[in-house]
């Protein structure tokens, strides 16, 4: 099995910064595509930013030039720096990771999320 666990959300005043973690742990062969989803108060959940497994990129029309997302390949872990959060930001935020096993080629996991505020 595989587990994904993240860490960083809290309370953040407008214009501020946060940085999420998510570390993946089990039994890992290769950890592909990973990503960060977020899901509002009464909204579905709606894709943040993903990278590949190489350190490409890509974001939602809402966060780019704010979010950046990176990862360690050592260390199994996703980042997500926000830098300017704004109001509409806040939500609870699952990382999701494509991951093959010993058993399988590939499934995606997710996080159980954590939740980020901004508020004045």
């Known amino acids: 099995q595989v587990q994904l666990v993240e860490s960083g959300g809290g309370l953040v005043q407008p214009g501020g910064s946060l940085r999420l973690s998510c570390t993946a742990s089990?039994?890992?062969?290769?950890?592909?595509?990973m990503g960060w989803h977020r899901q509002a108060p009464g909204k579905q959940r709606e894709l943040v930013a993903t990278?590949?497994?190489?350190?490409?990129?890509d974001y939602a029309d809402s966060v780019k030039g704010r979010f950046t997302v990176s990862r360690d390949n050592d260390k199994n872990t996703v980042y997500l720096q926000m830098n300017s959060l704004k109001p509409e930001d806040t939500a609870v935020y699952y990382c999701?990771?494509?991951?093959?096993?010993?058993?399988?080629?590939?499934?995606?996991?997710w996080g159980k999320g954590t939740l980020v505020t901004v508020s004045s």
């Open positions: 089990g039994s890992i062969v290769t950890i592909y595509d």
């Open positions: 999701n990771a494509d991951v093959a096993t010993p058993r399988t080629f590939g499934m995606t996991y």
């Open positions: 990278i590949s497994s190489g350190g490409t990129g």
